[in-house]
C-alpha cells in the first residue's frame, strides 16, 4: 500500500499561479504511476494530469494541457502538480492518485490510492 498527502492548495486570483505536492509513503516510489484527478462542487472527478514510473512520460487532459505541469521527485517520494494561469473554472478539490498500472491512472481513471485532496479555488 501506499499512503499519499497533498498540500499546497489555496485561493488564487485568475491567471495566478499554485503548486501542488504529494508526499507518498509505503511501498517503493517508483512502484506506482501518479497522478492528479480534480472534482468541481456538482460535477464528477477528472483527471487532469499523469506521470509514469520514472517520470518519462506525462499525460495531461486537454483543458489544463499547456498550462499545467506534473512532475515527480523519485528521490523525495513527492510529485508536483505546477498550475500556471488558473481560471475560474479549475476551481475544485485536486487530488493525488497512484496506481501500479499506467492503464488506471490515464484511461479506466480508476487508481487503486487516493490522498485526501486539497481545494484550489481561483477568484474571477
Known amino acids: 500500500q501506499v499512503q499519499l498527502v497533498e498540500s499546497g492548495g489555496g485561493l488564487v486570483q485568475t491567471g495566478g499561479s499554485l503548486t501542488l505536492s504529494c508526499v507518498a509513503s509505503g511501498r517503493p516510489f517508483t512502484d506506482y504511476v501518479l497522478g492528479w484527478f480534480r472534482q468541481a462542487p456538482g460535477k464528477e472527478r477528472e483527471f487532469v494530469a499523469g506521470?509514469?514510473?520514472?517520470?518519462?512520460?506525462?499525460y495531461y487532459s486537454d483543458s489544463v494541457k499547456g498550462r499545467f505541469t506534473i512532475s515527480r521527485d523519485n528521490t523525495k517520494n513527492t510529485a508536483f502538480l505546477q498550475m500556471n494561469s488558473l481560471k475560474p473554472e479549475d476551481t475544485a478539490v485536486y487530488y493525488c492518485?497512484?496506481?501500479?498500472?499506467?492503464?488506471?491512472?490515464?484511461?479506466?481513471?480508476?487508481?487503486?490510492?487516493w490522498g485526501q485532496g486539497t481545494q484550489v479555488t481561483v477568484s474571477s
Open positions: 492518485a497512484a496506481d501500479e498500472a499506467l492503464v488506471m491512472i490515464v484511461t479506466t481513471l480508476r487508481p487503486s490510492y
Open positions: 506521470i509514469t514510473w520514472s517520470g518519462g512520460a506525462t
